[in-house]
Structures are given as C-alpha cells and as structure tokens.
C-alpha cells in the first residue's frame, strides 16, 4: 500500500512507525501493537502506523472538519492490545480510598478549568432548504448555539482491575467501559463537546501524572 508522498510502507524501515494496528474483518476495531511485539507483527491484517490512539482521533476529526465543516460521528473501539499492556497491569501502582479521592478531585479541578477556559466555536442549527442537505433556511426558525456542537466526552482507565479503576467504581465515579477498563464520564459544561473534550484530556492528563494508563475520548451527540 502506498502513502501519501508516493513511496510504500514495505519501502520504510520500522523505525519510521510507532506502533502496529491490527483491524478486525470490518476494518473498523482497532487493536495497536508495539513494534516489538510478535503477535502484531504476525497477524493477518497488520499495519504499521506513525499515529497513537489519540492523535489518529485528532487526524479523523480534523478530516471531517476540513471536509465537512463538522466531526463525523465515529464510534471508536481502538485500543492498546493486552499482550502490550500486560507489564504496565502488573506494576500499575497502588492507591487506598483516600489517596484516589484526592487524585480524582485534582483531575476534575484540571479538568473544569481546561473545560471553562476553551472558547467553542458557535454553530447555527436550523431547518435544511433540502432533504439531508448540508445548508440551512434561514426563513424557518434556526437557533445559535453559542457553545457550539453537542456531545459526550470521557476519561478511560485501563486496565479495569487496577487499584485506581477499582476505586473509582468504590466512589461512584466510574463504570465498566465497552472494549474493557472502567470509564469516567465527563457531566460538566451542559453539551458543549469542546468544552467536555478539553476536560476530558485535562483529567486524563492529571491521572498519567500518577503513573494510570489513561486517555480520552468523545464523540457527537
């Protein structure tokens, strides 16, 4: 297959890659590989790619953005594989009750003034003057929305059996996350999905701090 500037990824050496995506049979679930690790390197369909889980997010909704003058919904199910995880499950550290309240109290200040200091961009919602089409009426009703689009943003901490994930379940704060670990949601800044994402990466953010394999995600409501 070839990249964008011409040459094929067989062409590169693997130093040029971060990680190995290996898809499922849809092409859509995404489990990433180290390099280094034999199970990606042999799978049938086996990619290797310069992004992280994050930032090949950044790149779709970028994409739709640029294209489209809006993110696409994209439900993501990419994740890092067990068999690439499993030395960082076993020294995940250890927290007591007290320890993780603070921890999650810090996250969520980081969080709330990541969330209240982004300026969204504003939208227009209104009626199509066609069927599905992409313009607006302006001679039926439309709304400004001033915190633009809506959505949904959460923290995920993997893996799920880790003193941190276990405490936030213990809290009330967390539940069992789809594709594994335990999922935070992010409750604050009504539906504001730019305000919810920057909150989200803040709070993910603050958790890594502590050593918690944390990250981010959102989608559109």
């Not at 439309?142 to 405490?167: E, H, K, M």
Request: hydrophobic share 30%.
């Amino acid at each position: 297959m070839a990249n964008k500037d011409g040459t094929r990824q067989l062409d590169k050496p693997d130093t040029d890659f971060l990680y190995r995506t290996v898809s499922g049979y849809h092409g859509h679930r995404l489990t990433w590989h180290s390099m280094a690790c034999t199970t990606g390197k042999n799978a049938k369909y086996s990619r290797r790619t310069v992004y992280t889980p994050e930032t090949r997010r950044e790149a779709i909704k970028a994409k739709s953005m640029q294209k489209y003058g809006y993110e696409v919904f994209t439900y993501y199910t990419d994740h890092m594989a067990k068999c690439c995880t499993g030395k960082q499950e076993t020294s995940s550290p250890s927290f007591t009750t007290r320890q993780a309240k603070s921890i999650f109290a810090k996250a969520q200040s980081a969080g709330l003034a990541a969330g209240n200091t982004v300026t969204p961009t504003p939208m227009v919602v209104g009626t199509p003057t066609t069927f599905m089409g992409n313009d607006i009426d302006y001679n039926k009703r439309t709304y400004y929305v001033a915190d633009g689009a809506c959505g949904f943003a959460w923290v995920v901490i993997r893996p799920g059996n880790s003193s941190l994930a276990r405490q936030a379940v213990k809290l009330g704060i967390g539940h069992s996350a789809y594709g594994g670990g335990v999922e935070i949601t992010i409750q604050d800044h009504g539906q504001s999905v730019a305000r919810k994402e920057h909150h989200a990466s803040a709070y993910a953010n603050a958790l890594r701090e502590h050593g918690i394999n944390a990250s981010s995600r959102s989608r559109l409501d």
